[in-house]
T-cell receptor, first 109, second 114 residues
């Protein structure tokens, strides 16, 4: 299968910005996603970006896509303790959907 | 507003025992999926279904069977459980096919095989 890689942990202070990074290998990916998993819960879609876009902003979330380098990032502005969770990057191409291993975001008060 | 519901949420099995995980969705989605989540490995697709009466293998299908007799239900079976099947299992559904739309996830079923 295709590889989607993320760093495992990120720790930030409340009020700072968080940047979670992801790299993928499938150059034919059509959509790239960020999912959030809170403790004891399933994954919920946070945001997604179509592969012909460079950036997408949604309130405190900014997604940047560098298709040349196959690099996706999620920036969370003004990070709150409620943002503490595991964040999964995922890529898709029609009949394929691959998840990264998840980045655990810890927000310190 | 139930969405995707999985039962049971927790189960402990002995090696060799069998069990079935039930997934139910009330969104009239055609597509349903079973994933397993293991530490440091993300989610891996076990089996999926593109409609009532259909099933297909995903990345890691060995040791599992599935059935989709009704559109709203997708069952995952373990005929002879092994310790390697200790994991958290997630069911998901979508309106459109894999890779073309949002997946809606259940809350997960934690299975321990001793």
């Amino acid at each position: 299968g295709e590889d989607v890689e993320q760093s495992l942990f990120l720790s930030v202070r409340e009020g700072d910005s968080s940047v979670i990074n992801c790299t993928y290998t499938d150059s034919s990916s059509t959509y790239l996603y960020w999912y959030k998993q809170e403790p004891g819960a399933g994954l919920q879609l946070l945001t997604y970006i179509f592969s012909n876009m460079d950036m997408k902003q949604d309130q405190r979330l900014t997604v940047l896509l560098n298709k040349k380098d196959k690099h996706l990032s999620l920036r969370i502005a003004d990070t709150q303790t409620g943002d503490s969770a595991i964040y999964f990057c995922a890529e898709s191409n029609f009949n394929k959907f691959y998840f990264g291993s998840g980045t655990k975001l810890n927000v310190k008060p | 507003n139930a969405g995707v519901t999985q039962t049971p949420k927790f189960r402990v099995l002995k090696t060799g025992q069998s069990m079935t995980l039930l997934c139910a969705q009330d969104m009239n989605h055609e597509y349903m999926y079973w994933y397993r989540q293991d530490p440091g490995m993300g989610l891996r697709l076990i089996h999926y279904s593109v409609g009532e009466g259909t099933t297909a293998k995903g990345e890691v299908p060995d040791g599992y069977n599935v059935s989709r007799l009704k559109k709203q239900n997708f069952l995952l079976g373990l005929e002879s459980a092994a310790p390697s099947q200790t994991s958290v299992y997630f069911c998901a559904s979508s309106y459109r096919g894999l890779g073309t739309g949002e997946l809606f996830f259940g809350e997960g079923s934690r299975l321990t095989v001793l």
